[in-house]
């Protein structure tokens, strides 16, 4: 998990050592089972986790753990074929006890949240270990064989097919909205199972995403040609975050649909933010997170934000609040939503037909 960048603390870094020297030795048949390469990997999964474990008990959110452990074990059983499913459920489950043990001999006073909090995700990896469920979500909704073509392109490293391909549905009406929400949306999320399922490999879940922007930036000529309505969205990832690709189409849809977009792009800091909402006093705000490790910040630009300029429209969104249960219902925001045509909507009923009527 090498480009998730989260600030774990000392106190954070000395507890991951002490987890996986602890696992080592209550478990020595790791020692043949994983080489120099894996004991590197499973470190590092160690801070990864301790950076959920750590946001989840901040938020009193346990979905966020439970969520994060499951895939964690999902991947694991993806990646360690030579390993059973049943060898795998027993490491994670030893994991987790030995999480629980260390995590209350430095914080007891977090006690009763941490260990119901491990029991339930102990409950969640033992019932995956016994349904594994494949999932194919392309394969279902709209644009089915649109989408499975633009995968296959994807995967065959046929660029100019992609570009061709979502070019031509464009022409024959399609709608863009559909075009990036139904088709493209869809096609990533497809790229991502696949890479968790090991069934794809990191280069080229890169060139799906690289392709990906290509084909969109054909729109631009569409997108930048719509009437404007005098409005302003600024629009950006907080933290360390890298997942642009979703907020960049937010920010597209909104141009096509006549605001001015002022796109930051990913891992914009908390000051840089202040300081373009300063300059720009856009009408809204949107704040995009996927790793949910960044919701704490996410939180504190909210916070800011709301303490400057209270009247002004605050939108959070992205994967992150997926795996939280209904987190953004407890901050201060106007409106979260799952997909970008949903905000569109929300934002025509609430910003534009107000600035009509005055
Ligand atoms: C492409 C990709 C990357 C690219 C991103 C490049 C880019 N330019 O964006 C790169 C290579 C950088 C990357 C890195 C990593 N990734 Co990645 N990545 C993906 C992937 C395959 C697609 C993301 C995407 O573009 N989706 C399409 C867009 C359109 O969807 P979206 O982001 O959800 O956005 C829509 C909505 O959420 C919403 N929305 C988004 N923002 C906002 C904001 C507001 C205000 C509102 C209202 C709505 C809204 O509107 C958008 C449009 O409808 C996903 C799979 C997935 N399920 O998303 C994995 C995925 C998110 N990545 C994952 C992981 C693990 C990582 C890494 C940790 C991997 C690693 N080995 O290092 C790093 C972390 C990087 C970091 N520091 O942030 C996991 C996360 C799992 C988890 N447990 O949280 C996923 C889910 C893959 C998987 N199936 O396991 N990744």
Known sequence: MSLLFYNLNDDMKS???????????LDPKLNTEYDDRRKMLMYEDILYSLGFLDTSIKFSDDKIFVDFTVWIYQLMCNLMKDLSRERLKDQMVLHLTI??????????????SITSLIDIAIKAVKEQSDSFE???KIETGKFIDIKKDYLECLL????KGAVELIGNIAKSGIDLIDIYINIIQEVMYEVGNLWHRNLITVDKEHYCTATTQVVLSQFYPVIFSSPRNGLK??????????????IRMLSDLFEYNGWDSIYLGAAV???AILSSIRENMPELVALSVTMPQHLSLCLDIVTSIKEKYPAMKVAVGGRAFKSTTRLWDKWNIDVYTENADQLIEWANQNI???????
């Open 15 to 25: 507890l991951a050592k002490l987890i996986f020297e602890k696992h080592f030795e």
């Open 99 to 112: 999480m629980r043990t260390v995590y209350l001999e430095h914080f007891s006073e977090k006690g009763d």
């Open 134 to 136: 494949d999932n194919k």
């Open 156 to 159: 065959k490293n046929d660029t």
């Open 233 to 246: 969205l600024l629009s950006c990832c907080v933290g360390s975050e890298l997942h642009e690709m979703g």
């Open 269 to 271: 800091p908390k000051q």
């Open 352 to 358: 534009v037909k107000a600035k009509e009527v005055f």
